[in-house]
């Protein structure tokens, strides 16, 4: 058939299309399939021959719980409407009906506080499940549970009383709303407006000039037009009660489509807003290199450098500024990380208010009006 594995994905493979202006793409995944070509049936007939084929859709509806559909526009929306109504159907046959909630989380919840009593083997399967499911839907495409399905999967293996009914109620937000998702937009992202005001690029001199950024050569010659690359950062500093470490909170999108996601507590208690904000910076870094090199991996031109948006004016002086000295040893290696991709144009650190941080409810449980208020925009159209 012609298709080559890309170097970023062996289960991600690509073909130039027919008529050269651009790749052909097959993902598998154990033995689902799914095409994105301009004629996938003509693929689909060669996979055919060889193999049994069934629930065939020219246009799929349906794949690894995420349905497709497309609006009015053309546009396509991604959710996991179809998954969710059915673990939804199980966990009231099983557990009963949860009330609908306008929230994943109460507001400033922290279920590291819980000193309720242990539940029962029975109540920690039922927890254990919940939490099971609502993994897969993050990985799947619901960034919006991404902070509440982290704090509480740390709790699955002894939950207590009110970490059950913190699951429920997670699975009452899904209830209320199962057709929340996302649309594929490859047009560039609006951003606020103070973050385009607020950007520092310097001239490095030879301070990282020993760095280069990782371009395989036998990347795909790019035949598409650069798409933007946006990433939100954020760090909530000192966010476990109990044990004082922080939490870093991304979100990466290519277009206007997001395409990575994360909350995470960090592995070591920082001792100030400005390390846990720069150690959030060194994790949003990575993530961009691995996207840039993924993109590259399929054919897509990524020649630019990649915005990053934080809400600390320091991490941005120290990341922009070649005249910064290191005075705190502890994130050196955070440090040199950030200004060496800072000072050779892959990335560009710009400052962005706390309120207009996508990353913001990453880590955080906000009230419902401001949760809604940040992903109304990545969840519309």
Not at 201 to 216: A, M, P, T
Not at 248 to 277: D, H, N, Y
Not at 310 to 327: E, F, H, I, K, Y
């Amino acid at each position: 058939m012609g298709f080559t594995p890309t170097r970023a994905d062996p289960d991600l493979w690509y073909r130039k299309s027919d008529d050269c202006d651009g790749y052909d793409y097959l993902a598998a995944h154990v033995d689902d399939i799914i095409i994105a070509a301009k004629r996938p049936a003509e693929y689909m007939a060669q996979i055919e021959q060889e193999f049994n084929v069934q629930n065939q859709e020219d246009s799929p509806t349906y794949y690894l719980g995420n349905s497709y559909k497309r609006d009015a526009s053309g546009n396509l929306h991604v959710s996991s409407t179809k998954y969710i109504k059915e673990v939804l159907r199980q966990c009231a046959k099983n557990y009963g009906e949860v009330p609908k909630r306008p929230a994943p989380l109460h507001e400033k919840e922290h279920p590291e506080l819980d000193d309720s009593k242990l539940v029962s083997d029975a109540d920690k399967t039922r927890c254990q499940h919940i939490i099971g499911v609502c993994q897969w839907l993050v990985v799947a495409g619901c960034f919006d549970i991404n902070y509440a399905v982290c704090s509480l999967s740390r709790f699955s293996i002894a939950p207590r009383r009110h970490h059950l009914e913190l699951a429920r109620e997670l699975m009452g937000f899904l209830r209320k709303y199962p057709k929340k998702g996302y649309y594929s937009n490859p047009t560039d992202p609006s951003t606020p407006q103070e973050c385009t005001t607020v950007a520092i690029r310097e001239d490095f001199g030879y301070q990282y000039s020993y760095f280069k950024e990782d371009i395989d050569p036998r990347f795909p010659v790019p035949l598409s037009e650069e798409m933007a690359i946006t990433m939100f950062v954020d760090a909530d500093h000192g966010h476990d009660r109990v044990t004082g470490r922080s939490i870093t909170g991304f979100i990466c999108m290519v277009g206007s489509t997001p395409v990575v996601w994360g909350s995470k507590r960090q592995t070591w208690v920082q001792l100030s807003t400005f390390r846990a904000e720069f150690t959030a910076l060194k994790k949003a870094v990575e993530e961009v290199t691995a996207i840039r090199y993924h993109l590259r991996s399929m054919g897509i031109k990524v020649t630019t450098a990649m915005p990053i948006y934080v809400n600390n004016m320091s991490v941005v002086l120290n990341a922009s500024n070649p005249g910064s000295t290191l005075n705190k040893k502890v994130i050196a290696l955070a440090y040199h990380c950030v200004r060496e991709h800072q000072a050779n144009s892959v990335i560009e650190i710009r400052k962005v208010e706390s309120d207009q941080n996508y990353a913001d409810p990453f880590t955080k449980a906000l009230n419902s009006n401001d949760y809604h208020g940040f992903f109304y925009e990545l969840q519309s159209n």
